[in-house]
């Protein structure tokens, strides 16, 4: 079975951003769904990961991938 991915961050000033993150997590822990967060902000690398798999190179959190499948 293939990980959940939630690409997020914990430092953010956006409303927006910090609304999404929790709707998403929200939604996930409602299904019990299993999934992985990855705080994008501990490190670049994972920042420019999130952004090949979104295929976007202005990508911002929250994004979802589905072991290799990107989901949104």
């Not at 079975?1 to 993150?21: D, H, N, P």
């Not at 939604?27 to 798999?53: F, P, T």
Request: hydrophobic share 30%; glycine share 6%.
């Amino acid at each position: 079975m293939s990980t959940l991915k939630v690409y997020s961050t914990s430092v953010t000033g956006s409303r927006e951003i910090k609304s999404q993150q929790s709707e998403v997590t929200r939604i996930l822990d409602g299904k019990n769904i299993k999934y992985e967060l990855v705080d994008i902000s501990q490190d670049n690398a994972l920042r420019e990961e999130m952004r090949a798999k979104a295929g976007n190179p202005k990508a911002i959190p929250p994004q979802i991938v589905n072991g290799d499948h990107y989901c949104g």
